[in-house]
């Protein structure tokens, strides 16, 4: 098992070594998550938290429905009758 020792800063930060990030592939925005275990013992754990799809990747799913038709031809199609509600 490697050990390091790190520093608790004022602000309460630490670093993570260098060669435990390499390992464990860490990068930033990394979520980590902290917990006790007993007296005086830290656990720190990788989470994978799944990334929230964004607006836009709504938009490209919208377009396959452009495919069939353009926007003049759907409306055109939604306008039908309306000339004879009047």
Known sequence: MKTHVCTLTERGQISIPADFRAELGLK???KLLWSTSGDKTL?????EVPKRK???SAIGYAKTFR????????????????????
């Open 67 to 86: 495919k069939t038709m353009s926007t003049a031809e759907w409306m055109k199609i939604l306008r039908e009758g309306e000339e004879d509600d009047e």
């Open 54 to 56: 964004s607006f836009k």
């Open 43 to 47: 656990l720190i754990t990788t989470v």
């Open 28 to 30: 930033p925005g990394d």
